[in-house]
T-cell receptor, first 113, second 113 residues
Framework: QQKVQQSPESLIVPEGGMASLNCTSS?????YFWWYRQHSGKSPKMLM?????GEKEEGRFTVHLNKASLHTSLHIRDSQPSDSALYLC?????????????FGQGTILKVYL | GGIITQTPKFLIGQEGQKLTLKCQQN?????MYWYRQDSGKGLRLIYY???????QKGDLSEGYDASREKKSSFSLTVTSAQKNEMAVFLC????????????FGPGTRLTVL
């Protein structure tokens, strides 16, 4: 069964610091990765997605993907207290019959003043 | 833009009870999903419906039934609630396509006494 593993489980960074979150799929058929952010008591919202090798930057957020190792990472620079949330990585298998997303267990990020 | 509405927001049931959760979306999306999220953890797919007359089981379908009444609505039934079960059930929708972004509703929080 496909699994998406995220690390670390939780992360604490100071305001202004860099947060780095990791995600790896054990399914070789995965070809699209998503990062969702979920603030406490709220619903998940898509942050970024990536399917090409390399990196993609949007403001303070950068996503990397290494397709050979099926590893993606999310980096948040100049972290703000409002970035404190549960970060969920999800993967879409290329052979998916339908539109299934498989989610990891998440990384809890806390940014302190 | 659009919105996803889930009812009820909180649901308290008794062990063995049959419970129904409802979801409505006005995005005019073809595909709808039901996920379960245990406290602070990742999402697990219960059922999804690619188009109005379709129904697909996810990895966690045992103990649940689903019904796509019309394009805009998707219901989930807990067939026999388990004592001490506590989770948030999230409904999502997307356009057609394997790589379509999923948009989430606010969730229904279930407590079983």
């Amino acid at each position: 069964q496909q699994k998406v593993q995220q690390s670390p489980e939780s992360l604490i960074v100071p305001e202004g610091g860099m947060a780095s979150l990791n995600c790896t799929s054990s399914d070789r058929n995965v070809d699209y990765f998503w990062w969702y952010r979920q603030h406490s008591g709220k619903s998940p919202k898509m942050l970024m997605s990536i399917f090409s090798n390399g990196e993609k930057e949007e403001g303070r957020f950068t996503v990397h993907l290494n397709k050979a190792s099926l590893h993606t990472s999310l980096h948040i620079r100049d972290s703000q207290p409002s970035d404190s949330a549960l970060y969920l990585c999800a993967a879409t298998p290329a052979t998916s019959s339908g539109q299934k997303l498989v989610f990891g267990q998440g990384t809890i990020l806390k940014v302190y003043l | 833009g659009g919105i996803i509405t889930q009812t009820p927001k909180f649901l308290i049931g008794q062990e063995g009870q049959k419970l129904t959760l409802k979801c409505q979306q006005n995005f005019n999306h073809d595909t709808m999903y039901w996920y379960r999220q245990d406290s602070g953890k990742g999402l697990r797919l219960i059922y999804y419906s690619i188009t109005e007359n379709d129904l697909q089981k996810g990895d966690l379908s045992e103990g649940y039934d689903a019904s796509r009444e019309k394009k805009s609505s998707f219901s989930l039934t807990v067939t026999s609630a388990q004592k001490n079960e506590m989770a948030v059930f999230l409904c999502a929708s997307s356009t057609l396509g394997v790589y379509a972004e999923q948009f989430f509703g606010p969730g229904t929080r279930l407590t079983v006494l």
